[in-house]
């Protein structure tokens, strides 16, 4: 069976005003699907690693053959971070906030909800060129990575992602990524965070 594309949890235009409805709609019917489709035509030649979930073929690099694996490792990254992307994603609320155990150690890990907001917009402006700046445990640590890599190449629990490659944000940002990351605050689903960090054994 190969890998499939997950149907977008909300319209195109639900991330206004902070991200426009042509750059989702861009950004996943075009990227995210040209990522997966790549990821299944190198995979296609070894069937076998259909049978994996896609966090494990991501994650055991060194065990996929030397002729796909950096096709791999650039699409199948490119799939495996989007899933994330999306989903810690929602429409724009007041007052958008970490609540619960999430919350608790997001202040325990980095001291309290604006410092922990300003180390991660820091991480996400840093990162050049093309990655992304995550959230990830264990431990709970602030970080970015370059271009389709991902925390469970380091043995780290991707728990919060903002993808901050160009086709993110150019259409209305142009250059300006430290105010399309301003932005992000408003429409982070917490809930999903919080899920993802209370499934950790
Ligand atoms: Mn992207």
């Known amino acids: 069976m190969a890998f499939e594309l997950p149907a977008l949890p909300y319209a195109f235009d639900a991330l206004e005003p902070y991200i426009d409805a042509k750059t989702v709609e861009i950004h996943y019917t075009k990227h995210h699907a040209t990522y ?7 995979i296609e030649k070894y069937p076998d690693f259909f049978e994996w979930d896609l966090e494990k073929v991501v994650s055991h690099l060194d065990q996929i053959p030397e002729d796909i694996r950096t096709a791999v490792r650039n699409n199948g990254g490119g799939v495996f971070n989007h899933n ?3 989903f810690n994603l929602c429409p724009p609320s007041d007052d958008n906030q970490p609540t619960g155990r999430i919350a608790q150690a997001i202040s325990k890990a980095f001291g309290d909800f604006s410092a922990f907001k300003a180390e991660y917009e820091k991480a996400g402006l840093g990162r050049f060129g093309s990655g992304y700046a995550w959230l990830s445990a264990k431990p709970d640590v602030l970080h970015s990575t370059p271009n389709q890599d991902s925390p469970v190449q380091e043995g780290l629990i991707p728990l919060l992602v903002v993808d901050v490659w160009e086709h993110a944000y150019y ?7 430290a105010e399309y990351l301003g932005n992000f605050w408003n429409i982070i689903d917490w809930k999903e965070v919080e899920n993802r960090y209370n499934a950790i054994k």
């Not at 997966?36 to 190198?42: E, F, R, V």
């Not at 259409?171 to 990524?177: E, F, H, I, P, V």
């Open 36 to 42: 997966l489709k790549n990821l299944n035509s190198a």
């Open 171 to 177: 259409l209305k940002y142009q250059n300006r990524r």
């Open 84 to 86: 994330i992307y999306w």
